[in-house]
């Protein structure tokens, strides 16, 4: 297992994550998305950091808080030092009926970081991330509210999700401004068929020193290669009950088909290529994975082992390749030829 740089922070994480959404199931989309009980989920925790994974990942509103808890308990029953594990979890979505029982105001970070640690059975998060933005809230006072969470020590290192680089781009300026701690990583979809990060947030992050943390990595299941390109997949799955995110299906094809013969030649899967495509990224700091099973998770983690060579990652970023979009042609087309070529 190789580790990266938490952003600017000096700590080190795998540069595979262990997603918990699996965990519990609940009702609703979360029953879709997976219904691991606690002896599983204390399973996947074991086996992932006896391969070196060090990062794992959650969130308030996973399986309604359940995920937490049952992460918590998963490192109470194996004994995990706590320096030996940088978790992480996040703040934004609906945890209640209330009015304010959702969103970045003071008053539901400050509610739901307690709620967190209770749950998680910690005294403290690594990385606490927003979960989205919020249309309502000044992102001032937000990362008011976030700065206090780290100057009481409820907090280490704080991260965001969801955002758009310009909004991105405006905290951290206010961060420097008012001396706030600042977002360190951003939790982002990114998958080899859908590079649209690569527009504006992936050389944000490279100029600024963030890291990158993927979430849905197989875009849902949907580069797994179990699935057919009229849809049909195996019965249960996450993509065929929960079809999200969202997909240039027949992109995301194109690539599979690609990946089949590169995957073949390595003895892989597709999914395990399609994760070591995005291992092999410059701006990607940890690649988020989530299992329902020992097997589906040795498969993911082998990822890690994984060097496509030159020419296979030459053909699938040409295949994969973003049209082009102004300004972004325009500034490739006025920077060639900027750099003396060497002699």
Same mark, same amino acid.
Request: net charge neutral; glycine share 10%.
């Given at each position: 297992?190789?580790?990266?740089?938490?952003?600017?922070? /000096?700590?080190?994480?795998?540069?595979?994550?262990? =997603?918990?959404?699996?965990?519990? /199931?609940?009702?609703?989309?979360?029953?879709?998305? =997976?219904? @691991? +009980?606690?002896?599983? %989920?204390?399973?996947?925790?074991?086996?992932?950091? +006896?391969?070196?994974?060090?990062? !794992?990942?959650?969130?308030?509103?996973?399986?309604?808080?359940?995920?937490?808890?049952?992460? *918590?308990?998963?490192?109470?029953?194996?004994?995990?030092? &706590?320096?030996?594990?940088?978790?992480?979890?996040?703040?934004?979505?609906?945890?209640?009926?209330?009015?304010?029982?959702? $969103?970045?105001?003071?008053?539901? !970070?400050?509610?739901?970081?307690?709620?967190?640690?209770?749950?998680? $059975?910690?005294?403290? @998060?690594?990385?606490?991330? !927003?979960?989205?933005?919020?249309?309502?809230?000044?992102?001032?006072?937000?990362?008011?509210?976030?700065?206090?969470?780290?100057?009481? /020590?409820?907090? &280490?290192?704080? =991260?965001?999700?969801?955002?758009? %680089?310009?909004?991105?781009?405006?905290?951290? =300026?206010?961060?420097?401004?008012?001396?706030?701690?600042?977002?360190?990583? @951003?939790?982002?979809?990114?998958?080899?068929?859908?590079?649209?990060?690569?527009?504006?947030?992936?050389?944000?992050?490279?100029?600024?020193?963030?890291?990158?943390?993927?979430?849905?990595?197989?875009?849902?299941?949907?580069?797994? $290669?179990?699935?057919?390109?009229?849809?049909?997949?195996?019965?249960?799955?996450?993509? %065929?009950?929960?079809?999200?995110?969202?997909?240039?299906?027949? &992109?995301?094809?194109?690539?599979?088909?690609?990946?089949?013969?590169?995957?073949?030649?390595?003895?892989?899967?597709?999914?395990?290529?399609?994760?070591?495509?995005?291992?092999?990224?410059?701006?990607?700091?940890?690649?988020?994975?989530?299992?329902?099973?020992?097997?589906?998770?040795?498969?993911?983690?082998?990822?890690?082992?994984?060097?496509?060579?030159?020419?296979?990652?030459?053909?699938?970023?040409?295949?994969?390749?973003?049209?082009?979009?102004?300004?972004?042609?325009?500034?490739? &087309?006025?920077?060639? *030829?900027?750099?003396? %070529?060497?002699?």
């Amino acid at each position: 297992m190789r580790y990266r740089p938490l952003g600017r922070t /000096g700590q080190f994480v795998s540069e595979i994550c262990l =997603g918990t959404m699996t965990f519990a /199931g609940g009702a609703g989309m979360w029953r879709a998305i =997976g219904t @691991v +009980e606690q002896k599983g %989920a204390t399973a996947l925790v074991e086996r992932a950091l +006896e391969a070196g994974v060090n990062f !794992i990942d959650t969130a308030d509103v996973y399986s309604e808080g359940l995920s937490e808890v049952m992460l *918590g308990q998963a490192l109470r029953d194996l004994k995990v030092a &706590r320096e030996d594990v940088i978790v992480a979890t996040k703040v934004r979505g609906r945890t209640g009926q209330g009015a304010n029982s959702v $969103g970045l105001s003071r008053g539901h !970070i400050m509610d739901q970081i307690a709620g967190s640690l209770k749950r998680l $059975g910690l005294d403290h @998060v690594d990385l606490y991330q !927003i979960h989205g933005f919020d249309p309502v809230t000044p992102i001032e006072e937000t990362l008011r509210a976030l700065d206090d969470c780290v100057s009481r /020590g409820l907090v &280490r290192t704080i =991260g965001c999700s969801n955002l758009a %680089a310009w909004q991105i781009m405006k905290a951290l =300026g206010i961060s420097e401004r008012r001396g706030f701690a600042r977002f360190e990583t @951003v939790q982002a979809y990114y998958t080899i068929a859908g590079r649209d990060l690569e527009r504006e947030i992936a050389p944000l992050v490279e100029d600024q020193g963030l890291g990158v943390m993927v979430w849905s990595p197989l875009a849902g299941g949907l580069l797994s $290669g179990k699935f057919s390109r009229d849809g049909k997949g195996p019965e249960g799955t996450r993509r %065929a009950v929960f079809d999200f995110p969202p997909v240039d299906r027949e &992109r995301a094809f194109s690539v599979v088909d690609a990946m089949r013969p590169i995957a073949e030649a390595h003895g892989a899967s597709v999914a395990r290529v399609a994760l070591a495509w995005l291992l092999q990224r410059k701006a990607v700091m940890s690649v988020i994975v989530g299992a329902k099973t020992i097997e589906q998770l040795d498969d993911n983690l082998a990822a890690a082992k994984l060097t496509l060579g030159a020419d296979e990652i030459a053909t699938l970023d040409k295949l994969s390749a973003l049209p082009p979009e102004y300004p972004g042609w325009m500034i490739a &087309r006025q920077s060639d *030829g900027r750099v003396p %070529a060497e002699k």
